[in-house]
């Protein structure tokens, strides 16, 4: 985490710690995983990038 910035799955993490309601947690559990999904899309494009500039 850079600074005070939270990452929004981070968010919705804790959201879904507290939440009573089985189907917000079920919705708050699609978000998390696809925003995870996002962020490993991009991840894998950053690590690739960085492969090709060091070839």
């Known amino acids: 985490m850079k600074g ?4 929004r799955w981070m968010e919705l993490c804790e ?3 507290n939440e009573q ?3 917000k947690l079920i919705e708050l559990a699609k978000e998390i995983d ?3 999904e ?3 899309r ?3 494009v950053l ?3 960085e492969t090709e500039k060091a070839v």
């Open 4 to 7: 005070e910035k939270k990452e």
């Open 15 to 17: 959201q879904a710690a």
């Open 21 to 23: 309601d089985s189907e």
């Open 34 to 36: 696809r925003l995870l």
């Open 38 to 40: 996002e962020k490993k």
């Open 42 to 44: 991009r991840l894998r």
């Open 47 to 49: 690590r690739q990038r």
